[in-house]
């Protein structure tokens, strides 16, 4: 049986986004085991791309919105 998919649509950047995306990876690694994750971002600081990676968290890189809503 598959998993349902979740997906998390946000943007990062030194300046902007870091508690939020810190959130979402937390909300996100309490749920992988119930659901194939997915992350997607315009902009996002290579530490947390590992980050993402590393917690067993697929991460999209998307040039724009219309990419990721034909995604999902």
Do not use: Q, W
Not at 6 to 18: E, T, W
Not at 22 to 28: D, Q
């Amino acid at each position: 049986m598959s998993k349902n998919k979740l997906s998390f649509r946000v943007d990062a950047s030194k300046s902007i986004g870091l508690g939020h995306i810190s959130r979402c990876i937390e909300l996100a690694r309490l749920l992988k085991n119930n659901f194939d994750i997915s992350f997607y971002s315009k902009e996002m600081p290579e530490n947390l791309i590992s980050t993402i990676n590393g917690a067993g968290l697929n991460f999209n890189l998307i040039k724009n919105e219309d990419i990721f809503f034909n995604k999902i």
